[in-house]
């Protein structure tokens, strides 16, 4: 079945510093990739997304490249902020049987803690 | 536009015991998904209702169940409560050919 493998967190950074956070997946198929975001106490948010190969996602000073010949997603910012401290989570988005996006089905990763310092 | 409203925010439960929670949906999303997230095992996908249908199917056991309504409002169903159902249960919703936007959650304990 669909699997998403995240690095394994937590990550703490300095103000400033650059991010990378790896994602890899399995899955069949050209699957739409997204990264969230949770802050503490809340729900997820969409960070970013891409919906085929070679695809670039940003928001906020986020990128990622939809990479199909490495099935990988991953996550950098140049210049981490304080306010960017959350969990992290990348996740795919299966085919449906009529070749579209099944975005009501979701496969995470486990998520990356990261934690920026002033 | 109002977000996806997730009642109650927090709960907790006597095992054996069984639970209703509640997810209304942002106005015109017509796919609500249900997701249950622990530290141990991260977000598990439980089941998508499409137009008061469950379209997809997570693998957890018949003691969850869910359903929805004519006006896209959905609810889960948990029966006989084990410890281990302690969670953060997601609700997240989305529009034909969109991404999902998610609730801000119940906090299930079960005690």
């Known amino acids: 079945g669909d699997s998403v493998t995240q690095m394994e967190g937590p990550v703490t950074l300095s103000e400033e510093a650059f991010l990378t956070i790896n994602c890899t997946y399995t899955a069949t198929g050209y699957p739409s990739l997204f990264w969230y975001v949770q802050y503490p106490g809340e729900g997820l948010q969409l960070l970013l997304k891409?919906?085929?190969?070679?695809d670039k996602g940003s928001n906020k000073g986020f990128e990622a490249t939809y990479r199909k010949e490495t099935t990988s997603f991953h996550l950098e910012k140049g210049s981490v902020q304080v306010s960017d401290s959350a969990v992290y989570f990348c996740?795919?988005?299966?085919?449906?049987?009529?070749?579209?996006?099944?975005?009501?089905?979701?496969?995470f990763g486990q998520g990356t803690i990261l934690t920026v310092h002033p | 536009k109002a977000g996806v409203t997730q009642t109650p925010r927090y709960l907790i439960k006597t095992r054996g015991q069984q639970v209703t929670l509640s997810c209304s949906p942002i106005s015109g999303h017509r796919s609500v998904s249900w997701y249950q997230q622990t530290p141990g095992q991260g977000l598990q996908f439980l089941f998508e209702?499409?137009?008061?249908?469950?379209?997809n199917k997570g693998n957890f056991p018949g003691r969850f169940s869910g359903r929805q309504f004519s006006n896209s409002r959905s609810e889960m169903n948990v029966s006989t409560l084990e410890l281990g159902d302690s969670a953060l249960y997601l609700c997240a919703s989305s529009l034909a050919g969109n991404e999902a936007f998610f609730g801000q959650g119940t906090r299930l304990t079960v005690v």
């Open positions: 891409a919906t085929k190969a070679d």
């Open positions: 996740a795919l988005s299966p085919l449906n049987n009529a070749g579209g996006t099944s975005y009501g089905k979701l496969t």
């Open positions: 209702y499409f137009s008061e249908t469950q379209r």
